[in-house]
Antibody, heavy 115, light 108 residues
């Protein structure tokens, strides 16, 4: 049974860096591609970016200058860093397995950007 | 970037009725790489359909997808109480991956 669990600070100050971790259980992280998707409160879904099992990455151009996605195979974790955050980055952040359609999702974690 | 426009924004129907949801793309979706998700409050999206018409594992056959190019449809043949939710389409044929804004299916 594949399970994904996001974790990280629920509150981040403006201009700081948002850092989240997705811990994967039930499978080897190195065999798959991984993605981050976010959803502002009451709004739709936005793809942030993906990391492939080759280690290469692909980011949404709207966030590309601020996003880094990485994998730690020793911990079976996928990480997201988003720099220079503003209130517009307040959202539920999901990790998901894959880089196309998504079968497996984490439950999501709400990150609020506020001073 | 491919923009996906879903219609209607809200669909008010009764249990047992048929629901037809539309997703129109601003340009052709490569290889019909179009997925549909269901999302309930406080939950992550759940994959229903991939490849425009392939039903994901465990999804009841009352859910069906169709379409190609720029026009896609999700049909729920007979609404069950648990089907009232928000539905999103997503294209994964070109980067950046994009989602529609959602259609809410509510109880009439």
């Amino acid at each position: 049974q594949v399970q994904l669990q996001e974790s990280g600070p629920g509150l981040v100050k403006p201009s700081e860096t948002l850092s989240l971790t997705c811990t994967v259980s039930g499978g080897s992280i190195s065999s798959y591609h991984w993605s981050w998707i976010r959803q502002p409160p009451g709004k739709g879904l936005e793809w942030i970016g993906s990391i492939y099992n080759s280690g290469s990455t692909n980011y949404n151009p709207s966030l590309k200058s601020r996003v880094t996605i990485s994998v730690d195979t020793s911990k079976n974790q996928v990480s997201l860093k988003l720099s220079s955050v503003t209130a517009a980055d307040t959202a539920v952040y999901y990790c998901a397995r894959g880089s196309g359609y998504y079968i497996y999702w984490g439950q999501g974690t709400l990150v609020t950007v506020s001073s | 970037e491919i923009v996906l426009t879903q219609s209607p924004g809200t669909l008010s129907l009764s249990p047992g009725e048929r629901a037809t949801l539309s997703c129109r793309a601003s340009q052709s979706v490569s290889s019909s790489y179009l997925a549909w998700y269901q999302q309930k409050p406080g939950q992550a999206p759940r994959l229903l359909i991939y490849g425009a018409s392939g039903r994901a594992t465990g999804i009841p056959d009352r859910f069906s997808g169709s379409g190609s190019g720029t026009d896609f449809t999700l049909t729920i043949s007979r609404l069950e109480p648990e089907d009232f939710a928000v539905y999103y389409c997503q294209q994964y044929g070109s980067s950046p991956l994009t989602f529609g804004q959602g259609t809410k299916v509510e109880i009439k």
